[in-house]
């Protein structure tokens, strides 16, 4: 699944694999390529010049359920 987000003339769009920001014509401006199992549902949002990926994705760690929040900095 896709997340997308239009914003100044810009769009950010996430899936399970990147992160790309393309311009009004489409063109690549920047993109960030995920490692496996790194993404899964995901929401973006902007907030005071920052692009923010909340990650909605759930998996199993040593055969138990991890639903705690991980953060990183891309």
């Known amino acids: 699944m896709s997340e997308v987000l239009y914003e100044d003339s810009v769009f950010y769009i996430a899936d399970w694999d990147k992160l790309v920001c393309l311009d009004a014509t489409l063109a690549p401006l920047w993109e960030y390529e995920f490692g ?10 902007l907030r005071e010049n920052r692009l923010y990926m909340l990650n909605l994705g759930r998996g199993y760690v040593h055969g138990r359920l991890a639903d705690g929040p991980v953060h990183k900095t891309i």
């Open 36 to 45: 496996k199992k790194e993404a899964a549902e995901s929401t973006l949002f």
